[in-house]
């Protein structure tokens, strides 16, 4: 966020905001359920969409962001919200298997 922005930065000063871009790449890894599985017991596509947004979190908690705490200083903050998702299906995951999950975020 740019603190030189007059409209985002109204009403919130001295708020620490950290950044969630730079740092490096982040990866983590997990495991995929049963219940992530659809009939064909392949992971339902959709679920790829909710380990993006859980990475994001994992990534920005190991960042040290606090969205509760942000939420609790500014009652005007709204959070990271999703705004452009792209996923390119290139093999299938099924259950049982270990998923490696990198993000590149940019500078920003």
Do not use: K, Y
């Not at 890894?29 to 993006?52: Q, Y």
């Amino acid at each position: 966020m740019n603190s030189s922005d007059d409209r985002s930065a109204e009403g919130r000063e001295g708020l620490n905001r950290p950044s969630l871009g730079g740092g490096g790449e982040f990866s983590r890894r997990f495991l995929v359920h049963w219940n992530d599985c659809d009939p064909a017991r392949i992971v339902f596509h959709a679920n790829f969409i909710r380990w993006m947004d859980e990475g994001f979190t994992d990534m920005t908690r190991a960042r040290g962001v606090d969205f509760v705490a942000l939420a609790e200083a500014d009652p005007c903050f709204r959070g990271a919200p999703l705004v452009d998702v792209h996923c390119a299906f290139r093999a299938p995951a099924r259950f049982g298997d270990m998923l490696d999950h990198r993000i590149a975020p940019p500078e920003f």
